[in-house]
């Protein structure tokens, strides 16, 4: 089935896009850590999750349900790649007592509040926000790192993290009202808005794959 040339950037350009960082992973993996092993699984995850959403698209099948159970996934391959970098004590604890709750969370969410079928605006917000936190607390401690800044593999993946979730965290929160209101406005707003995230996800590919590209056997 043909996709509408207005989604060709978001549906099929970004998607595809996931390849460049898993090319360079690949190519780097036997000299990677065990946090970037930890995004090297992370993004077999999207890519896997990105085909799955396009086909159930392609054939108008709901993919809403995929996002519901890959936030869950996201976050806990989220969680143990911080909890790999961070030294930070009481960091390491609250992400462990997240990793228990925020699942939980995300399972009371679509069982009660938010159907499987609608996007999760009150899940994916939540996780952006843990995740930030989770970055900007590794910026905090890297500062005091005396390896060079741009050496360091983890912080161009974790800089594309952040602008990433940083940037889409209203895209998440209000996703469902551009939706809900499909007239000419909310439609055109909507495009935009996807397109915007399209290119948040692009950015944070890139970067993540010029991370790996610092990644040597120590």
Request: glycine share 2%; proline share 4%.
């Amino acid at each position: 089935m043909a996709i509408p040339v207005s989604l060709i950037y978001t549906g099929i350009i970004v998607p595809v896009s996931v390849l460049i960082p898993i090319g360079m992973a690949a190519s780097k993996r036997k000299d990677a850590d065990r946090p970037l092993k930890i995004i090297w699984y992370y993004l077999l995850l999207d890519c896997v999750v990105n085909v799955l959403a396009v086909l159930l698209a392609n054939h108008k099948i709901n993919n809403l349900p995929v996002l519901h159970v890959f936030t869950i996934l996201e976050f806990v391959l989220m969680s143990y790649f911080y909890l790999s970098v961070l030294k930070e004590e009481t960091a390491v604890r609250i992400i462990k007592y997240l990793l228990i709750l925020f699942p939980v969370f995300c399972i009371v969410n679509f069982l009660f509040f938010q159907s499987i079928y609608q996007f999760n605006t009150y899940a994916r917000p939540v996780e952006a926000l843990i995740i930030m936190g989770c970055s900007l607390a590794y910026f905090a401690q890297s500062n005091d790192a005396e390896t060079r800044w741009s050496l360091n593999p983890v912080n161009w993946i974790n800089t594309g993290i952040l602008l990433y979730f940083s940037g889409a965290l209203f895209i998440f929160s209000f996703s469902n009202l551009t939706v809900n209101e499909m007239t000419e406005k909310y439609y055109a707003i909507n495009v935009l808005m996807w397109n915007i995230h399209a290119t948040l996800l692009l950015i944070m590919y890139l970067l993540i794959a010029f991370g790996f590209s610092k990644c040597s056997k120590q």
